[in-house]
DNA sequence: GAATACCCAG
DNA sequence: CTGGGTATTC
């Protein structure tokens, strides 16, 4: 089973890209952040054309996140239970008897910004809820775009991103958490593979991508059930390059179940 | 020698499809109107790479126009004189003895609109500066976008526009003046043609273009000396059909000389 | 419906 | 730099 995650920045502007790619990678979930689209305008039909049903919750302009599955979604979670503002960050639905959970955690703007103690506060509901869902699902996966780099060599310069936002040790304690609750980073099974692409977002600003100036922010956590089954976790750098690209690229796990 | 208008509704967006139609129309003069660009924004090198020069003024948003030429431009002049408004509508050269004019005038909004009245302010300053170059200029073209459709039969429908903005009398009268001074209508010498394309601007809205729903309100004027030589005038429809359009078309009158 | 400006966000 | 929202024009 391939479980893969993206921030498509705008699934109106994306949609042709998500269709192609997965036509290439017919993989089983894929999990969408930043669709953008409120869910009336929701491109359902063309996604079903390609083969793929999808549950979703979204807004204007900001946030939206999507599930896309081959076979039915079933138990499906619109929102973070105690925490239903208005971002639309949260989708979630077991497939295949995998619990898949896909979230666009909270970019956090900067370290002395109400949006960095609104990051903060969402992982603890999120934490919270993972708690819970782990209660009811041996095979959970937690993916998407957490807005965290774990580790320095997660960035591109070290130097410049150690401590500041995406990189900042409270962000870093918060995704911890959720690791200390019976997840593992599926990527780092594979650290040790020899020239392996290490980012998943290159910032649209500065020429990011032509600089290779990106940061691993986009993850899949998985139970130790299925991270011991997992064969593969890799991001499809390829996707940055395209015209008019997601700042975000695919990040995609297989495991055997 | 061939002459050509088209309002390219945003030189920016246009550029590609000015180059393509001049690499295929290599027309000796060319008048854009609604180029919408600061002149410090002006393409030249991009049109002169193929092989056109360019005097142009604009400016943001609104209005602005240009002259593409093979031959080079002289006495060129940038304003209505008594007239320098900041609305960037007129542009003039001489070009192979010629004495081209291009203009892109206002549309006037509604008849009860302060915009009305400017519309017809200025074709009073448009006709009373002809006048003077016409004394000058025994071989001269006035062209480009005249917000004004002449007849009933150049309108898509006229039961629905005879009256209104573009067909009312005083703006008939206006464009009527203009051929009174000493010009003709080019297009008018080819109104016999079988199974001819009528228009030249078709709405954005509404499905203007697959309905036909379109009106003739680019024109090209001439004096008698071209006028007795003018092979064709006709209208690119196709150009209507491309990715991206403007919702004019371009405008070609031939002349033997 | 398609442009542009200005604003905000990442 | 690349999204989206708003307002304005034609």
Redesign the pocket.
């Given at each position: 089973m391939q479980i893969a995650t993206w921030n498509v920045?705008?699934?109106?502007?994306?949609l042709e890209h998500v269709l192609a790619w997965l036509e290439k990678h017919p993989v089983d979930a894929l999990a969408l952040q930043?669709t953008?689209?409120?869910d009336d305008k929701f491109p359902r039909d063309a996604i079903r054309e390609a083969g793929y049903e999808t549950v979703f919750t979204g807004q204007?302009?900001?946030n939206g996140v999507a599930l896309l599955t081959k076979t039915p979604a079933e138990d499906i979670a619109y929102a973070l239970p105690g925490f239903e503002d208005d971002h639309k960050r949260v989708i979630a639905a077991t497939v295949n008897g995998v619990r898949v959970i896909g979230v666009y955690c909270?970019?956090?703007?900067a370290l002395d910004?109400p949006?960095f103690e609104y990051k903060l506060a969402w992982f603890e509901a999120l934490a919270s809820w993972l708690n819970t869902e782990l209660q009811n699902h041996d095979k959970l996966v937690l993916t998407g775009d957490f807005?965290i780099a774990p580790r320095p060599e997660d960035t591109y310069d070290p130097e410049r991103w150690e401590g500041r936002i995406l990189c900042s040790p409270p962000e870093r304690a918060a995704l911890q958490t959720l690791l200390d609750a019976g997840l593992a980073d599926c990527w780092r099974l594979f650290d040790e593979r020899e020239g392996r692409h290490r980012f998943t977002?290159w910032?649209?600003?500065?020429?990011g991508w032509a600089r290779n100036a990106g940061l691993r922010i986009d993850h899949v956590l998985a139970t130790p059930a299925l991270v011991d089954v997992c064969r593969e976790c890799k991001a499809h750098v390829g996707e940055r390059g395209r015209k008019?690209?997601?700042?975000h690229v695919p990040v995609v796990a297989e495991f055997d179940v």
């Open positions: 920045n705008s699934l109106n502007v994306r930043e953008k689209l409120t204007k302009t900001y909270p970019n956090g703007q910004s949006k807005n977002w910032d649209y600003r500065n020429g008019r690209p997601s700042d």
